[in-house]
């Protein structure tokens, strides 16, 4: 009960300050540090924050469908990279038999392109998926404050900017996120297959 009286006059807190953020009790209004100013009821002042609140959860939620849809085009992204890993792996394997003691350092550096442009998605994959958890958390315990009954509870909880900050690293995401589906690579994979291709033939007929 002492959670709802006034640490100053001892009664009741029954408004709300919307000028300081604080709930008050008739003494405070009447003759405290808050006479003058805008009042509300603690009714009336709970439901504006939950109106609030149930803003930023609609922000959440359309914000965790656009990176389940970003997650969903990586992961095929992911796929499509992985097989096409595969089949130049194989063709590079073979040309690298013959030119292995004049070209070993250049068959690393492309099998390690090759197999690093998968890798590079499945670590953006990674890093939203701890952010949608982070996501559902948020929007889990926003929930629990909407559906609580008692108002004052609702106003005092100290932490609610952080529930509702929807922008952290949205910018940032979106780049990466396009950068990966236009990755062509760090290398010329077809420029260096034409040539590997001429050097066998220059060796074969040599």
């Not at 009714?43 to 939950?50: G, L, T």
């Not at 068959?107 to 953006?124: D, N, P, T």
């Amino acid at each position: 009960m002492e959670s709802r009286k006034c640490s100053v006059h001892k009664k009741i807190l029954e408004y709300y300050c919307t000028e300081d953020d604080t709930c008050i009790c008739v003494s405070c209004c009447m003759i405290g540090g808050h006479k003058g100013h805008e009042m509300e009821s603690l009714d009336e002042a709970s439901e504006k924050k939950k109106e609030t609140l149930r803003n930023f959860l609609q922000k959440l939620l359309t914000k965790r469908e656009e990176m389940e849809e970003r997650v969903q085009s990586l992961q095929e992204h992911r796929r499509k990279v992985e097989e096409e890993a595969a089949g130049d792996t194989e063709r590079f394997t073979a040309l690298f038999i013959d030119l292995r003691r004049r070209l070993e350092d250049l068959e690393k550096r492309v099998l390690r392109e090759i197999s690093g442009r998968a890798e590079r998605v499945s670590i953006f994959i990674r890093d939203l998926e701890i952010k949608k958890e982070e996501l559902s958390r948020k929007m889990r315990d926003i929930e629990e404050l909407c559906n609580m009954t008692d108002p004052l509870t609702v106003l005092q909880e100290s932490d609610t900017g952080d529930l509702c900050d929807t922008e952290d690293g949205d910018n940032e995401d979106r780049e990466r996120h396009e950068e990966l589906l236009h990755d062509g690579g760090g290398l010329d994979v077809a420029g260096i297959s034409h040539t590997l291709h001429t050097l066998s033939d220059i060796i074969t007929e040599g």
